[in-house]
């Protein structure tokens, strides 16, 4: 089954509104989750590393005020888009490590957001 | 260069062949080498996990790792129509840490 759960898994809303998106991982502690982008027939592009407890680390050219990224406890981020236009339309990926473990990432099953 | 190179195909066999995709990279330092399949409007599927060269097998798939010539592989024995889907290849320096992916191969098997 499914060791991390996105939601939701697609969401439609007019431009100017802030869309908030979740990931959480189910049935284990996760001190960092990775928030992905992906346009179509392309590869995912990391926007962000989300940190438990801390600020998240943003990659270049990723606009921290846009994309806001809380990681509140050991399960649990959240991606806002905050006053989404159409261009923000896409699909939002996120995965998360096992902490302390060498076992690989598992991703949530993804959110496509378009925006009108 | 990308520090990662996948070919996207896309790649059309027909069903019951052997497919074979592959990725080189450029960072020696990667060590933990991943495969996934992702279908359509999905999150990705981790398919297979490799940790250094070797290989390493499930079922119809097949994972290799070649480190000496910075070169991995994953094998599909038997293909389905529902092998059709975009294959991944992942990298990473530690375990849990970010990871580098190809541009993706996508997949048709034809029944």
């Known amino acids: 089954g499914a060791v991390v759960s996105q939601h939701p898994s697609w969401v439609i809303c007019k431009s100017g509104t802030s869309v908030k998106i979740e990931c959480r991982s189910l049935d284990f502690q996760a001190t960092t989750m990775f928030w992905y982008r992906q346009f179509p027939k392309q590869s995912l592009m990391l926007m962000a590393t989300?940190?438990?407890?801390?600020?998240?680390?943003?990659e270049q050219g990723v606009e921290k005020d846009k994309f806001l990224i809380n990681h509140a406890s050991l399960t649990l981020s959240t991606l806002t888009v905050t006053s989404a236009h159409p261009e923000d339309s896409s699909f939002y990926i996120c995965?998360?490590?096992?902490?302390?473990?060498?076992?690989?990432?598992?991703f949530g099953d993804g959110t496509r957001l378009s925006i009108l | 260069q990308k520090e990662v190179e996948q070919d996207p195909g896309p790649l059309s066999v027909p069903e019951g062949a052997i497919v074979s995709l592959n990725c080189t990279y450029s960072n020696s330092a990667f060590q933990y080498f991943m495969w996934y399949r992702q279908y359509s409007r999905k999150g990705p599927e981790l398919l297979m996990y490799t940790y250094s060269s070797g290989n390493k097998e499930d079922g119809r798939f097949t994972a290799q790792v070649d480190k000496s010539s910075k070169y991995i592989s994953l094998f599909i024995r038997d293909s389905q129509p529902s092998d059709s889907a975009t294959y991944l290849c992942a990298m990473t320096e530690t375990s849990g840490s970010r990871l580098t992916f190809g541009e993706g191969t996508q997949l048709t098997v034809n029944p």
């Open positions: 989300s940190n438990e407890g801390s600020k998240a680390t943003y």
């Open positions: 995965s998360a490590p096992r902490r302390d473990s060498n076992q690989p990432q598992h």
